[in-house]
């Protein structure tokens, strides 16, 4: 199936550990996202990358970091310095052809105590 | 980016038609507009994407005035798994998707 995988479905971690979040896609799609969503709240993008080896920051990138090495995974660093980190992470994807739209995994609950 | 204004709620009986507006008034000319469905603690699935006019899919109808600063999503005959919460989205092929809170349906019994 094709398709957007982000592991774990659910993540504990201690506060003052960076915790890396995995999203892989075999959609051949370009471009790839993550989101952050809050009880309640809209998503808010974290980092985007629309081609392999380049990425630009969201609206809330502070605290967090990407990479872009392959075209299939586009993983999420949530670094000790990000102050809220508790949170449900989306990530995303968009080809480039007709059809353009977002697909989105199935995210990640990371709760930090 | 665009920003969008919807309903924070609605309510809706089992069976009826639903209609969401939402509010785009500084809509770019290469803009689309796009609806996203979300459940509780899943990723948003896309519904529909317009450009003008009317366009209609297997679950959705969207209409797009002419001068497109608004639009609305038509959901026919809702049923109480459509409960969840609606984005309204407008944007290109190469910038990011905005999100804001969306609208949450609450369907009735």
């Known amino acids: 199936d094709g398709g957007i995988t982000q592991s774990p479905k659910y993540l504990f971690r201690k506060e003052g550990q960076n915790v890396t979040l995995s999203c892989e896609q075999n959609?051949?799609?370009?471009?790839m996202y993550w989101y952050r969503q809050d009880p309640g709240q809209g998503l808010r993008l974290i980092y985007y990358?629309?081609?392999?080896?380049?990425?630009q920051k969201g609206d809330i990138a502070e605290g967090y970091s990407v990479s872009r090495e392959k075209k299939e995974s586009f993983p999420l660093t949530v670094t000790s310095a990000q102050k809220n980190p508790t949170a449900f992470y989306l990530c995303a994807s968009r080809g480039a052809g007709e059809r353009w739209e977002q697909y989105f995994g199935p995210g990640t609950r990371l709760t930090v105590t | 980016l665009a920003k969008t204004t919807q309903p924070i709620s609605m309510d809706s009986y089992e069976g009826q038609e639903v209609n969401i507006t939402c509010s785009h008034n500084?809509?770019?000319?290469?803009?689309?507009i796009t609806w996203y469905q979300q459940f509780p603690s899943q990723g948003p699935r896309f519904i529909i994407q317009?450009?003008?006019t009317k366009v209609t899919n297997e679950v959705a109808s969207l209409f797009i005035p002419a001068d497109r600063k608004s639009s609305t999503l038509s959901l026919p005959r809702v049923s109480l798994s459509d409960t969840a919460v609606y984005y309204c989205l407008v944007g290109g092929r190469n910038t990011p998707l905005v999100f804001g809170k969306g609208t949450r349906l609450s369907v009735i019994a």
């Open positions: 317009g450009y003008k």
């Open positions: 500084n809509i770019a000319t290469n803009d689309y």
């Open positions: 959609l051949n799609h370009d471009a």
């Open positions: 990358s629309q081609i392999v080896n380049d990425f």
